[in-house]
Structures are given as C-alpha cells and as structure tokens.
C-alpha cells in the first residue's frame, strides 16, 4: 500500500515529486552539459572572447524573469508558470540546435534562459508549498540528487557529442526531456488557487533588464571590445546604474512590484539572499571555466574535463540531503557557516594548484566546493522560504533565485573579463598552455575571494530556532 505521509517516492506526493525532479533536470543538465562543448562550439563558429556571452546571457534571461514568474505564480499559482517555462525552454533549444554562428547561438540561449527563469524557482517552490520544514532537507537532497546525476550524465554527452557527433545535439537533446517532464507536471500537479485582480509590474521588469544589460555588457566588452575608461565602458555603467536606481524609485511605487522590496528589509531575508548571490558566483567561476582549463592546461579530452567538474555537482546533493540533520540541531546559521568555510577551502585549493595542474586535484577541490554549497546554499534557502506564508513564498523563492542567478551573471562576465585580461584576443587553438594556467589561477582567485565575502554574509545571518513548519527569530 503507498505511503500515506513521508517524502517517498511512494507517498501521496511522491507522482508529484517524481515530476519535480524530472522538471529540475532540464535546467541541471543544460547547465553541465554545455561547459565541456565549449571549446568544440568556438572552433565551430569562433569569437572565443565573446563564449562567456553563451553563460551570461543565458544566466540573464533567467535572473530578470525570476522575479516576474515568481510574483506571477503568487497570482496564478505554480502549474501554469512552470509549463510556461517548459515551453520555452522547449523553443530555445531547438533554436540553439539549429544556430548558424555564435552570435545567433548567444540570442538563442536568452530564449532558454527565459525557460529556466521558470522552472528552477517554481520546481523548488512547489516542494515548499507541500513539504514542512523538516521534510525539506529530505526533498532538497532529492531534489539535488538530479544535479549528482547530471553531473555525470551532461559532462558525458557533451563530451561524446563534442567528440563523435556534433555540439549540436548537447541542445537537441532536451527535445524529448521537455515533452517528458510538461507531461509529468500537467498529469500530476493539481493545485487550488484563489483567482484575484492583479497589475503586472511591466515598467519594473523592463527598467531591471535593461539595467543589468548595460552592466553586465559593460564588465564583459570592457578591455576587449573598448577600453574600461573610455566611452562606451563609462555610458555603459553609467546608464546602466541609474536604470537600477530608477528600478528601485519604481518599486516603491508599483502595487504590485515585480521585486518587492520589503525582502531586503528583514534581516533573515537580506543574509539568505546574499548567500545565495556568493554561491551563484562560486558555482559558474566554476562550471564555466574548469573544463576549458583543464582541457588546454592538460591535453585532457572533454569527456575527462567534464567528468573532473562533476565532482562539484555530486558533493552538492550529498551534503544538501543532510544538510537538514545540520540545521534541526544546530541551527541555520551555524550550517550555513560550516558549508562556506567547506566552499573556501576548496577554491582556495584550486587558486594555489592553478599553475600545476591535475586533473585528481582539480576533481577533489570541486568535490569540497560541491559539498560547502550544498550546506549553505539549501539551508539558507529554506530558512527563507520557511520564515513566510504561502502568498509570500513565491516571491521569496524568487528573490534568493534572482540574487544567485545575478551573482552567476555577473559572476562569469567579471571572471571572463579577468581571463580575457591575460589571454587576449587570439583564436583559441593558439592559446598557450601557461596563459591559460595564468589566466585561470586568476580567476579561481576571484572564487575564492567571492567565498571569503560569502562566508562573512553567513557570519551575519540572524539566528533562528527551527519549528516544523517555521523558522522563528530568536
């Protein structure tokens, strides 16, 4: 007989979950599969020094739209959001299949990244909604059970099909992937909402893209495309700061503002937040530029590059399974801090292994990093999904998602900006081995860094004592 409670598989929520999972698994698949091609994908259409657009604006679309989903899912509820990204997502990668140059490539990533700035938030959403506190741990590890299995499975498509066929099919690949988890999620996900009146915050949402463009655009072109003080670079923060100040000055206003505001004035909420922006941050430093590192630095194929990555997204789902025996007896802050001291220590590994390269090593490192996320980044999120009700949650989701995602954008334009710094504008295939280790010391540096800034954030989390279904202040 199934389960009638519990986290099981077999549960009354167990169809649910089962579709949960197979809806994360787009978005973490895209995100390991793609990394290992990249090297395949600019021998193909070129413009190495413009690859980390393919992460940017991707990590873009996906940020801005987080917020609108979310506020959206509070309205409308989590079903039809959560298709709707599908959807997209579905459109985006045949595009992306179908690219004819790099330029073309990049537009079409933004059309997938439209697509998962649904489906992350909602997926970790709807687990919010029907799982307590103390079952969320549980469902968190399932939940990132999906990352362990595509950090071995993404890294080894994109590797075959780099090698063997073409970088093509790393995207036409989600085809079926989409058809399979729109079916789960229409079949499976009942849910009652209350229909009321809503206003769409459209002038938030347009200022708030536009302005993180201009940013984002200004840190990646910035000593590549023009020098960083001339022209374009100062128009390019300078317009692009305002339009943040004047995104702020329009949520003040707005009935329903697209970010509300009043996550940034609780101090739970603030912490939880900024942790998720560090761990953005750390996570695509990572993901974007270890393959390529080690795949010049080494001579290692992109098979084995891939599979070296993978360790950071197996140690995630470990620690994150456990992570709620952590947070129920010691509390939330004391787990976050463990995880980000686990996370600093591993890119401080990296950064001072940068200039002898192996690929074991490399392995390792990414393993403890994997692990420190997956104690900070899980709990923090569930302390801040637990610390408000059902209409807040979605916007609360959304917000600790938009902050990792902006911290994932603006995370790999800053470390592709420190790369092409020292590499240049050559093609790839004329890349020097030591340039490449010089460049990527740097950058796992600035990992490192931005660890060192996220555990202090965790420091300042407030404390709070863990009930079943809240986390209460202390």
């Known amino acids: ?3 009638k409670t519990g986290v099981g598989f077999r549960s009354e929520r167990g169809p649910i979950l089962i579709a949960l999972m197979t809806t994360t698994g787009l978005v973490a698949i895209d995100s390991t599969i793609l990394a290992t091609a990249v090297p395949s994908i600019v021998g193909d259409l070129g413009g190495f020094s413009q690859f980390t657009w393919l992460f940017s604006i991707y990590l873009l679309a996906q940020a801005v739209t987080v917020p609108v989903y979310s506020k959206l899912a509070d309205t409308f509820g989590r079903k039809p959001i959560v298709l709707i990204g599908i959807g997209l997502f579905l459109l985006g990668s045949i595009l992306c299949g179908l690219a004819w140059s790099l330029p073309a490539l990049i537009v079409f990533r933004a059309v997938q990244g439209l697509g998962a700035g649904a489906i992350q938030p909602m997926a970790i959403t709807i687990a919010g909604d029907i799982y307590t506190v103390a079952e969320r741990a549980r469902v968190q590890g399932y939940l990132a059970s999906v990352w362990a299995i595509s950090a071995v499975l993404g890294p080894t498509l994109g590797g075959l099909f780099s ?3 073409s970088w093509r099919w790393i995207f036409l690949v989600n085809i ?3 058809l399979l988890a729109g079916w789960l999620i229409q079949r ?3 849910e009652k909402i209350e229909r009321r009146s809503h206003r769409i915050d459209y002038a938030g949402a347009t200022v708030l893209t536009l302005g993180l463009s201009l940013v984002i655009l200004a840190v990646l072109e910035g ?3 023009w020098a960083w003080n001339s022209v374009q670079s100062l128009a390019s923060f300078g317009m692009g700061g305002l339009l943040l100040v004047s995104f702020v000055v329009i949520e003040t206003r707005a009935t329903e503002p697209v970010l509300s505001l009043w996550v940034f004035t609780r101090r739970l909420l603030i912490t939880t937040t900024l942790v998720s922006l560090g761990g953005g941050a750390v996570l695509i430093g990572l993901t974007s530029f270890v393959p390529t590192f ?3 630095a080494t001579g290692t194929s992109p098979l084995m590059a891939g599979l070296a990555l993978a360790a950071l997204t197996i140690g ?6 456990i992570s709620g025996r952590f947070y129920l007896k010691l509390g939330f802050r004391p787990t976050v801090v463990i995880g980000m001291l686990v996370t600093l220590i591993g890119t401080v590994a990296l950064a001072l292994s940068a200039q002898t390269p192996s690929i074991a090593f490399v392995a390792l490192a990414c393993f403890f990093v994997g692990l420190g996320l997956g104690l900070a980044v899980t709990p923090s999120m569930i302390a801040a999904q637990s610390s408000v009700q059902w209409n807040e949650r979605g916007v609360v989701t959304g917000a600790n998602l938009f902050a990792r995602a902006i911290g994932s954008a603006v995370g790999v334009a800053v470390f592709g900006a420190i790369a092409n710094a020292v590499i240049g504008q050559t093609q790839l295939a004329e890349k020097d081995p030591g340039t ?7 950058v796992f540096a600035a990992v490192a860094a931005c660890a060192l800034l996220t555990l202090a954030a965790a420091v300042s989390m407030p404390a709070a004592r863990v009930a079943d279904t809240e986390v209460v202040p202390a």
Do not use: D, H, R
Request: one cysteine or more; aromatic letters at 10%; proline letters at 6%.
């Open 176 to 178: 079926p992937l989409c």
């Open 1 to 3: 007989m199934a389960e």
């Open 188 to 190: 499976n996900f009942k």
């Open 436 to 442: 490449i280790t010089l460049a990527s010391g740097m």
């Open 223 to 225: 000593g590549q495309a």
């Open 294 to 296: 080690l795949e010049i």
């Open 316 to 321: 995630w789902p470990i620690s994150a399974s």
């Open 163 to 165: 090698q063997y066929v």
